[in-house]
């Protein structure tokens, strides 16, 4: 048996040993997630008549001079040698909540895309775009981003149904982010209605780095996103801005946040529209650890229910053991705003388009806080996939991306 | 502008919000291309005429009609209002956040110009228009590319109205207290952009508390709101005789 596969059955017997994630656990109280079954599959990952994944990665081309500054190594993690270039300085699965996942993804994994960039000679930020053509019907993707200290990067990663047929996906990627590096992750993840997903992001930022996450998500069967950012270094400060979509599927958004350094900044921005029968769950969860000087921590949740009568559960929560920090936190839960509506209106813009407008402008705002500035918005086109998915949720049936 | 065909029409407006009859019985007619100042005291009713011919839904017309150019106003939803020439400007203009101010506004002038059979404009023909009323009213150009008054001053935030009013070029625009918040030169600005669409055939019920403004407007006729009506009505002197009085004053002589 070669080392691959030795790895993944003791992922997969580790699961089973120590069994799924339970009902009541805190961070899944209000979606649980499907059991282990359906995330492994019921099939061998490494049948001896395999064959390469259909699907996978894909990275966009760069031009000559980004293209110097950036390694992108796609790796086969049924061979030995490559699994573990794929798996090498990335954390083990550990025994939190959430680890089944982790375990369940080490048994499955069979493909990874590793990229690593350098700074840019005249410091300028480099441009990634890289999409997930589902390979499997359930597959365990990795994606890793290692930032070398100084290099600055927006990297536009995209997951969309696309007329596929219905898959399960349980994706982890890791940013490293070196000290002073700066990442712009902008995530869209629209999946099928019928599809099943669970996306962990895992941060981990040295000193002085800098990442900021806009992520527009759209409900299905069973949708996960759960971000968790490590600011265990000076001044490191990491921003989040999730705008969900969902109409009769659901969505459950996690985003922990760990300072364990003076002079970190964390915020958690989220905005869920949600009709029909929609269930969304949004979770901001930050601790701010002894000794965490100067700590600023913002979180901001706000829920729109559309049409239907969704559930839409907003949790922020914040856990701080020092005391000199600046935290603050809300939750909103209400309709548009009525005076923007009737202002639009007696404009001359029709009910449906001012509403599109002014939740369009909600999403936008979410983003740009995370972002610093609504640019990145523009040039990466995520503004108007933005728009695009929010006119479609407001749209008169308010339905998830249906398979072709 | 001579003619004296009424433009707006109002007769016996009723109105509630919530529970409480604000205004009992409005009546009053505006020609087109004049200007007409509605005065009252605080709590009288005025902005509740604005917001109920604008057709706001937390105002109730319970009685009454209303027509704009020969149209029944109360028979159209708001959007249907605006295209059909009646603009607001309002005492506290709301933020649009993640909504920039040119595409704001671009929308809204195309919405009303399909509705008048005008083709729409494009971005570039747009930014050239908002830049040059923009630059007239006094308003920094950056602001055109920020979220509709996020983080405007009240002034600049009257001076947006302003803008919208100068691109929208309504048939009917009521001004409630647009003066408020805006320094002197708004104040210039404002009247010399209420002369030129007077000019062009705009009818104005313009809300205000201050003569001078009053004064410079050269207004048409003036109303005085008192307990849910018209309570009187003349021309500019009336509007001296309540700065000069007081709205109690002004009641009692009427009422003796």
Redesign the interface.
Known sequence: MNDARADALAARSHLAAHGWIPRSAEAFRHLPPPDAALWLGDRDPFPPDATPARGGWELDSLPAAAAATVDARWLDATDPAQRRELLAGLPLAGDDAVAPFAWAHRALLREGLRLRVRPAPRGEEIYLSVRRRPGDIVEAPLLVLELEPGARCVLLETHEADGADPHVQNLQVHVMAGGRASLRHLRVALPGVQDQLAHHVHVRLQEGAIYEQALLAGGSGYHLQRTVLDLDHPQALARTGGVLLAADACIDYQVRVHHGARDTTSGIDVLALGSGSAKLVANAHTTIAPGSDDANVRQRLAGVPTGGQPRLVLRPHLEIHHDQVQAAHGATWGAL?E??L??????????A??KA??A???????F?RALGDAEALESSGLAARLAEAIAAHLAGGNKEHAHG | MTTTENLLSVKNLAVEVGEREVLASVSLEIPRGRLAVLMGANGSGKSTLGLALAGHPRYRVTRGKAQLGGRDLLALNVEERARAGLFLSFQAPPDIAGVKNNLFIRTAVNAVREARGETPLDAFDFLGEARGAAGRLGLPEAMLNRPVNDGFSGGERKRNELLQLALLQPRLAILDEIDSGMDVDGLRALVELVAQLRSQGTSFLVVSHYLQLIESLEPDTVMRLDQGCIAEQGDLSLAREIARTGFARVAETVEA
Do not use: L, S, T, Y
């Not at chain 1, 009737?342 to 009910?351: K, L, M, P, S, V």
């Not at chain 1, 369009?360 to 979410?366: D, E, P, Q, S, T």
């Open positions: 705003p005076d923007a009737f202002h639009a209106r007696q404009r001359g813009i029709a009910e388009d001012a407008m002014i369009m402008g909600m999403g936008a705002a979410v740009a």
